[in-house]
């Protein structure tokens, strides 16, 4: 270790300025060194000179410091160096150390800081002159103390008023700023609706909002709707355009004038009519001043008769003048069309001069041309000329040379000059014999002809210089004319004018003088009737309200009666339920829960009415009201949930009394039995002698086969006893009693079944004590008995089976009782919902508190938490001084560990959390808001938590009209734990308060809470206080809630978990239905329609609009709109029935969809989801709708939401936030440029569900490490970039389709793997981990299921969740909720995983299905780009079969794949009753499926004995079904969608063995004779063996892609390659044609290619976009381009037309041209070549073309020389390609 030279050891930059300070001493090494600096100017150092610095200099740098650079390195091959502990010592005043070399100045006015370096507030900083510029006072008027440095705009302008200087009143306020403060205009009150307003006395004019009328605003303009002068209440536009009918609506319900007179619909909530009392009152007490004003006027008036006759005259006057105007307005009428038709004649001359114009410069400038070119031509030939000579000088001189006749004699060079004369001599005489007279003549008259031309030109453009000046002399009198018109014009105009002024002089006069009371005594009256008549109305409307009131109180008192028959009601069927618990029949307990439950119905309907007719403006003690009776309802329904469950323990007490034999555990035990004694037999086979192996093998088989058929017996009778659990209708007794005889049956029949099973017991047991002493001849003897015993159980098992199946068969029409079950727990469900939709306050007095109700999903909670909530604590006056409180606890009850709570120490919020080790607190660093309970002021608390990381949003008096800005908080737990595991059974989530046998954690331990909380959201669903399982000392009817100020919102938010139920009207002749949406889900249904078996959805799928619907008896049909509407922005949706038209149209922006058929009635619709028997019904799989609707409208009008589940009223700030995603099989997400890892520390934790073995859940990438989490036969693996194998396997498996979360942190410590927060081994750290971007690739392989809760630690960002909604790129991902699918077959297949080894990855390549190809193919695949896939066209990996009898796709197994055992499995969707569906083997040993008549039938055949399996049901209904067959050895079984089993054996011994080839479809090899000889039509997908996927076939004949919806005319070419060969040969020739249209879904591609030689063809291919033609006709070769201006991935049909004409190659895109002109030269005796579509051979691929990718789309209209080529005739055609349409776009 060295000491390094002196260097800078501080250096500082600014200011364009960089001074030094460089340290006398050295510091030592591993010894810690103290430095410091004083800033003092004789300190430093200039950096570039070395010059002293002067204190001018520094103050002015560190007025504006950039930089402070500390020296690190002192010594060499340093490898550690810590900087601890900078600082900066600041002055302080007060006791301490004196200071002497820091300065505290005295300040001017304007400047502040201890050197005056900062302004005083009030002043900003002008930069104008020397150093730092001046401090110069703000001008803002008095309304702010802050303003902008430089340029001096105010920041922050307060008392209304708004403006670079605070010099204007704000919008909606009025008043002087500049001499005071501004006021909100009362336009109507204090809620502004204008932009401005004039204020004079008492006089108000206010200039209103678009919508607004009225002097103060106070209605709705024409085409609006609303009611402004309500508090809350607006405007809003009329929806009455979308229907034919006129613009215009009520003004205040919305309701389209123009409509027929209906009647009211009781179901439609009525405003309540308070407020409107109040302003016809305010309206009567104006009109009624207004009255007395015009009655004191009216009594100091006169009338006479002169005053009479003197107004007739001037109504004379006034008429004769508006006839004078009358006159004057028709005669400037018709002097302005002839100006219009003067302006048109001159612009269509202009227009033909500049035609003419062009014209004259186009032919000038080819004739310039053409004169150049003659003068090239020309001095090209002097130039030759020249040359000519020159040549001949030289021949010349070389003569002179040659003969010696020049000066210096003959001094040629040596060498053959024999040769060289006569080659000289030979080419004088070419030169001589060469005439360039015909050349020189030529150009001669070329020149003649240009200068003829050119002459011509010239005379024909003096000829039309004298047209044109004819014609410009024309336009120019024309001009001069119409000009004088103008002025004629512009004097009758004025003299209008004065006409005007004088007529205004007139009304002016009258106006003074119309104050005549003639006519007014008139209104007099009638305004007096209807003062008389307003009046009365307002009685009547006060009448009404009393009344309505009365019906109020009396509805209050009927549901307190209603409240105390509950609790009647309940206590009652407690002692009925205790009753009936002790008796031997319990059907009265059913059927008196279910009366009980109808009971509940009649009350929740008579509540629904009370709620009807409350009147809105007690909307505080209703709430009250609302919380006690949801109290009620609570303890009601959790009396019906206590007797339900009541009724099912009775149910399971009955069946375990009808059960008297535990069949599963006996068999369990059994299966436990057969395990240990297989386990013997495999050590006695080792040590006996090898003549006895075959017997001992033959009996582990047949154990075996016991053990699945054990499962099957322990599955079905699972499912009876499921089914039994279920039953709850009166008619119980008699369907007991029939499963009692049924199971007595069953029993029978297993007594026999362990009767035949003891033997084998027996015998093994025997086996197992005495095989070491035992003879062979014995052994023999009891394997032979063991053996006997088991075929007779394999005999009696199948009764057993069909026994239990007949039992499933008579209790199906039970099934209703599930509905009935659904039903309540939905009503259970709404009651809940509507308590969370209580958005109040709940006051606390110091000792209440509740327990609030928790959502199910806590798994979601573990790896993150978003609690939101309101706090406020009373003033001073009414808190009593109290500083410490609890607020909340959330966690076990035990609260030892695994919690997180809040509580207000020292009057400062306090936020906790533990994660199983140790507790993680922070306080915020302000005092919680003091305020009025009446008027709350309430500070906003948002805790989020990610895995063992936190963050606090505290927000100050979040709920004024102006809040605080909101501070963060980070937290670290410090714990290796990063879960928050909570157990079902005793979580709590106590609020406010907690009961007395609590026992709080330390850190909580403060008295109950006393002020207002309110519950906000949890994990993006909206939660309230009054949805609460019990409250402590405190009564919800006597508190009253306390009040905020709350924003209206018009927005509803779906929750993804439940709908809106609307009413419509049935009958309209045109129904119309709009609502605005915003969502981040792929998926989710928004709107839903039915009628018996008719039914209308609409969805978004992938991102994008989808219409699923059936309106007669097709199956349903589907239809999309191409983009997406899943990026979190407005999108209106419309939709407009015309049932006369038979017409639907769904309207989205400027796309929309057309559906033609009959539509029916309805009378409901469904928004955001449907029920679950709906959804059952209709088999809809679609998720519901997660996001925020608005601006819902429908027929009538505007939608009111009243009966919904799961919707709330306003939309969360974290309902764009995406967590989880779900993974089709392959699919990927991919999230690149995560910022920067953190040094030294890095962290990955995620959530992961699946029932699949395999697969790739997450890879993370820098640019020199790596790391990936798969799934290997259900063990994690850890596998990274420098490890060969996986550095880790769990020893569990995680398939089990259950939420587990993975986390890998590395830090100092090492690399844990955490499993569900197991810590399963610590190794070395995590090596390479650099300072890059990272990147992140969720799923990939063949991992199918859900990911969510994702975690990338990044540098320099506070932890946060990752969003699935930005900066990602998927592919078979729907991101949004989890859709996890249990295979229908997974729990037949138990154990048969041994198949299910996916492919080893390497861990540096990207993962991918494509097969393995050339650098030069992955080039190209790079390049072509691929378009957006369309919606809904393509189904996802299923293959067409059946478009030609020979359709097929062939296999070829590899041979660790080829087992004595195999399981086949397949999805097929087919409406053909007959075909062959897969084939493998021989004429004599084989294995098939086939379908018969529409059932499936699987053959086995080996050594001429033949088995076959037929399925009991058909299957070409056309849906998917997923169908497992295969055998062992000569036992075969057939599955259809995991239901019902069809097994059977082989006659005799006789075995079979699969082959390596194998087919799917048609089979060109031998076959039986019983098979189908051709393939069915229909389709399939996710062909596996053994659970692993076979996608790559060796050889695919005429399968092409399975397409869904509507098909349009042509080929359609997948994304796998392929292309077609036509038997129609064309003829290259001079005059060519070729035509055809193309929709690509990629822009890279050989589209048509004609012609089978290398020198002979023409080509047509795309690029990136851009199409070519390329022609080669043997002598010679060109090609020709267009770009087009808009991409072609539009998907739209866009022609393509090539033409070969006069040696000119002419290609043509849509209207885009373009041209290339060559010498092509066709041979007289051209050959016809083939004509390729889509591609070529592999033979072909060798002509020299840029592209040979094959193209992927559509393509259709193909034409050559006008003549249409038939696509029929296809002579060959290879890959996936379908010649019977392409998918509708």
């Not at 009392?277 to 009109?287: C, F, I, P, Q, Y």
């Not at 006056?877 to 410490?884: C, F, L």
Request: hydrophobic share 30%.
């Amino acid at each position: 270790m060295v000491l390094l030279g002196k260097a800078t050891t501080v250096q500082l930059t600014g200011e364009n300025m960089s001074m030094v300070y460089e340290e006398p001493g050295y510091p030592e090494p591993d010894q810690v060194h103290d430095g410091q600096v004083q800033l003092l100017e004789g300190n430093f150092r200039h950096a570039g000179s070395g010059a002293p610095v002067s204190r001018d200099q520094l103050m002015i740098l560190l007025s504006k410091l950039d930089r402070l650079s500390i020296r690190g390195l002192y010594f060499t091959k340093t490898q550690r160096l810590t900087l601890t502990l900078p600082g900066l010592d600041v002055l302080h005043d007060g006791n301490g150390e004196p200071a002497p070399y820091v300065e505290k100045c005295d300040c001017p006015p304007g400047y502040a800081g201890d050197s005056c370096q900062g302004c005083s507030p009030g002043y900003y900083r002008d930069y104008k002159g020397f150093f730092t510029g001046h401090c110069v006072p703000c001008n803002c008027h008095g309304h702010s103390n802050r303003c902008q440095d430089r340029s001096g705009i105010c920041i922050n302008c307060q008392h209304n008023t708004a403006g670079e200087h605070c010099e204007r009143c704000k919008e909606g306020h009025y008043g002087n700023a500049a001499r005071g403060s501004c006021s909100v205009c009362p336009c109507p009150h204090t809620n502004s609706f204008a932009t401005g307003c004039v204020v004079n006395g008492g006089d108000v004019r206010c200039t209103c909002k678009p919508g607004y009328t009225g002097t103060r605003c106070e209605r709705c303009a024409p085409g609006y709707f609303g009611n402004p002068q309500r508090f809350g209440g607006s405007c809003q536009p009329c929806n009455c355009n979308g229907n034919g009918q006129l613009g215009t609506c009520d003004p205040l319900t919305g309701d389209c004038i123009s409509q027929e007179p209906k009647d009211s619909i009781p179901a439609e909530e009525c405003d309540d009519c308070d407020s409107c009392v109040m302003t016809l009152l305010n309206d009567l007490a104006s009109m009624g001043e207004e009255l007395l004003l015009v009655k004191s006027q009216l009594q100091d008036l006169s009338a006479s008769s002169g005053a009479l006759e003197q107004i007739r005259y001037m109504e004379t006057q006034a008429k004769d003048l508006r006839n004078q105007l009358l006159h004057y307005r028709s005669t400037i009428s018709n002097h302005g069309s002839k100006m219009n038709g003067l302006e048109e004649e001159l612009n269509n001359l202009n227009h033909e001069f500049e035609t003419l114009q062009e014209k004259a410069q186009v032919n000038s400038r080819k004739a310039q041309t053409l004169y150049n070119s003659v003068d090239q031509t020309i001095q090209g030939t002097k130039e030759l000329d020249m040359k000519i000579k020159s040549v001949i000088l030289n021949v010349h001189i070389l003569l002179k040379q040659i003969s010696g006749t020049g000066a210096g004699g003959n001094n040629l060079p040596s060498g053959d000059f024999s040769r060289e004369l006569a080659d000289a001599e030979r080419k004088l005489r070419e030169l001589r014999n060469r005439h360039f007279g015909k050349y020189l003549q030529e150009a001669e008259a070329e020149r003649r002809e240009a200068q003829l031309l050119l002459n011509q030109m010239k005379s024909w453009l003096e000829t039309h210089e004298v047209k044109n000046n004819g014609l410009v002399k024309n336009i120019r009198d024309s001009l001069n004319d119409y000009e004088a018109k103008l002025h004629d014009l512009r004097a009758m105009i004025q003299e209008a004018a004065a006409r005007a002024k004088q007529a205004a002089d007139f009304n002016r006069e009258n106006e003074r003088a119309l104050g005549t009371i003639k006519g007014q005594m008139k209104e007099i009256s009638s305004l007096q009737s209807e003062f008389t008549k307003y009046l009365n109305m307002a009685d009547l409307a006060l009448i009404q309200t009393n009344s309505m009131l009365e019906l109020m109180d009396k509805n209050w008192k009927e549901y307190e009666k209603l409240a105390a028959t509950l609790n009647g009601a309940r206590q009652e069927l407690s002692d009925k339920v205790r009753e009936l618990s002790r008796s031997s029949s319990h059907t009265s307990l059913v059927v008196d829960a279910e009366k009980y439950a109808q009971s509940l119905q009649i009350v929740a309907k008579q509540l629904e009415e009370i709620k009807r007719n409350a009147s809105g403006d007690e909307l505080v003690r209703r709430a009250m009201d609302a919380a006690s009776a949801y109290e009620n309802i609570l303890n009601a329904i959790q009396a019906a949930e206590d007797a339900a469950n009541k009724a099912t323990s009775a149910s399971e007490s009955a069946l375990q009394t009808v059960v008297k034999e535990d069949l599963p555990r006996k068999a369990k035990t059994l299966s436990s039995d057969s395990d240990k004694l297989l386990n013997e037999a495999k050590r006695t086979q080792k040590k006996l002698q090898q003549e006895i192996s075959p017997a001992l093998n033959n009996l582990q088989q047949t154990l075996n086969i016991i053990k699945v058929q054990k499962e099957l017996i322990d599955t079905n009778l699972t499912s009876v006893h499921d089914d039994l659990r279920g039953i709850q209708r009166g008619d119980i007794d008699s369907t007991i009693n029939g499963a009692k005889s049924m199971i007595r049956k069953a029993n029978d029949i297993t007594s026999v079944v362990l009767d035949g099973l003891s033997p084998v017991q027996t015998e093994l047991e025997r086996i197992k004590d005495d095989y070491g002493s035992a003879r062979n001849e014995d052994f023999n003897k009891a394997l032979t008995d063991a053996d006997k015993s088991v075929k007779r159980l394999t005999k009696k098992l199948p009764d057993l089976l069909s026994k239990i199946e007949s039992i499933n068969q008579q209790l199906l029409p039970l099934g209703n009782i599930s509905d009935n079950v659904d039903r309540i727990r939905e009503l259970i469900q709404q009651a809940r919902d509507a308590a969370n939709k209580v958005a109040v306050p709940m006051r606390f007095n110091g000792k209440s508190g509740v327990e609030v109700r928790l959502p199910n999903d806590l798994d979601d909670l573990k790896g993150y938490t978003s609690l939101s909530l309101f706090l406020q604590r009373p003033d001073s006056r009414e808190n009593g001084g109290t500083e410490d409180m609890f607020v909340m606890y959330l966690g076990n009850k035990d609260a030892s560990s695994d919690y997180i709570g809040m509580a207000v120490v020292d009057g400062q919020l306090t936020c906790v959390y533990n994660l199983g080790e140790r507790v993680a607190e922070l306080q915020v660093d302000q005092i919680l808001t003091e305020s009025e309970t009446r008027e709350a002021v309430m500070d906003r608390v948002k805790f989020q938590r990610i895995y063992q990381f936190a963050r606090l949003n505290y927000t100050k008096e979040a709920t004024s009209a102006r809040p605080k800005a909101p501070q963060f908080h980070d937290m670290d737990s410090g714990s290796s734990n990063t879960l928050l595991n909570l157990d079902p059974e005793n979580v709590v989530f106590y609020v406010g308060g907690y009961p007395p046998d609590f026992q709080l954690p330390s850190r909580l331990r403060f008295p109950p809470y006393k002020g207002c909380i309110e519950l906000d959201d949890l994990n993006e669903n909206v939660v309230s206080l009054y949805n609460f399982k019990k409250t402590f000392n405190l009564n919800t009817t006597e508190v009253e809630p306390c009040r905020r100020r709350k924003e209206e919102s018009d927005k509803n938010y779906f929750e993804g978990t439940g709908y809106a139920r609307v009413p419509t009207q049935p009958h309209a002749p045109f129904p119309t239905f709009g609502q605005t949406i915003q969502t981040t889900m792929d998926r989710g249904l928004l709107f839903f329609a039915e009628n018996q078996d008719h039914f209308i959805s609409l969805n978004i799928e992938d991102g994008s609009l989808m219409v699923r619907y059936k309106l007669d008896s097709q199956p349903p049909k589907e239809k999309g709109i191409r983009g997406t509407i899943n990026n979190g922005k407005d999108h209106l949706i419309l939709i407009k029935i015309g049932k006369q038209q038979k017409l639907m149209r769904i309207n989205v922006g400027d796309q929309n969809i057309r559906i033609e058929g009959e539509i029916f009635d309805f009378s409901t619709y469904y928004l955001g989801g449907i029920p679950i028997a709906i959804r059952e019904r209709f088999n809809i799989s679609t998720p519901a709708f997660r996001g925020c609707m608005k601006n819902l409208k429908k027929t009538s009008g505007v939608v009111r939401l009243n009966d919904t589940v799961g919707v709330s009223k306003k939309c969360s700030e974290d309902w764009q936030l995406v967590r989880s995603a779900s993974f089709s099989r392959g699919g990927q997400l991919s999230f690149t440029n995560l910022d920067l890892p953190s040094p030294g520390h890095f962290q990955a934790s995620f959530g992961f569900q699946t029932y699949q073995p395999s697969g790739v859940l997450l890879n993370h990438q820098t640019r020199t490490s790596s790391l990936q989490v798969t799934l290997e036969d259900g063990h994690i693996e850890l596998s990274t970039k420098d490890s060969t194998s996986p550095i880790f396997k769990s020893p569990q498996t995680y398939m089990d389709g259950l939420l587990h979360y993975v986390s890998v942190i590395s830090d100092n410590a090492g690399l844990p793997l955490l499993l569900d927060d197991q810590p399963l081994r610590r190794i070395q750290r995590l090596q390479g981990i650099s300072s890059s971007a990272q990147s992140l690739r969720l799923g990939g392989s063949s991992f199918e299921g859900c990911i969510s809760n994702v975690f990338i630690e990044r540098f320099l960002e506070s932890p946060e969740v990752l969003d699935f909604a930005s900066k990602s790129t998927k592919r078979d991902v729907s991101v949004g909720g989890c859709s996890l699918n249990k295979p229908p077959f997974l729990m037949l297949l138990k154990g048969s995983t041994k198949f299910n080894k996916a492919r080893t990855f390497d861990i540096n390549r990207m993962l991918g299905d494509a097969p393995a190809t050339s650098p030069r193919s992955m080039e190209v695949w790079q390049d072509a780009k691929l378009c957006s896939p369309p919606v809904g066209t393509q189904n996802h990996r299923a293959l067409q079969f059946g478009d030609s009898p020979t359709s097929h796709l062939l296999f070829k197994l590899p041979q660790e794949l080829l087992k004595p055992r195999s399981e086949f499995s397949v999805d097929i969707q087919t409406t053909s009753s007959g075909g062959l569906v897969f084939y493998t083997g021989t004429k004599n040993s084989f294995m098939a499926l086939y379908l018969w008549k529409g059932h499936l039938v699987f053959a086995l055949g080996a050594e001429g004995k033949k088995l076959r399996l037929r399925s009991k049901e058909t299957y070409n209904d056309g849906k998917w079904h997923t169908v497992v067959f295969g055998h062992d050895g000569g036992r075969g079984r057939l599955l259809v969608d995991g239901l019902k089993a069809q097994e059977g054996s082989l006659p005799g011994n006789s075995t079979s063995s699969p082959r390596a080839q194998v087919y799917l479809g048609w089979s060109p090899s031998g076959k039986p004779k019983i098979l189908p000889q051709n393939s069915f039509v229909g389709c399939l997908k996710d062909f596996q063996l053994g659970l692993k996927s076979l996608d790559s076939p060796f050889a695919n004949v005429g399968v092409s892609p399975c397409l869904n919806g509507s098909l349009e005319k042509g080929i359609y070419f997948s994304q796998g390659g392929g292309h077609v060969i036509l038997a129609t040969s064309v003829l290259l020739e001079p005059e060519f044609k070729l035509m055809f249209s193309i929709r690509p879904r990629s822009l890279t591609g050989l589209l048509i290619h004609i012609g089978s030689q290398e020198r002979q063809h023409l080509s047509v291919y795309m690029e990136a976009g851009k199409v070519t033609a390329s022609v080669d006709s043997g002598a010679g070769r060109m090609s020709t381009s267009v770009t087009p201006k808009q991409s072609l991935c539009d998907g739209q049909w866009h022609s393509v037309a090539v033409t070969i004409k006069q040696h000119i190659l002419h290609l043509e895109l849509d209207k885009d041209n373009s041209y290339t002109a060559g010498k092509l030269t066709f041979p007289p005796h051209s050959t016809q070549g083939l004509l390729h579509i889509g591609g070529v051979p592999a033979n072909l691929k060798t002509l020299n073309l840029p592209v040979w990718r094959s193209f992927f789309g559509c393509l259709k209209n193909i034409q050559v020389n006008h003549n249409p080529v038939p696509i029929s005739k296809a002579m060959e055609v290879q890959g996936i390609v379908s010649l019977s349409g392409c998918p509708g776009h």
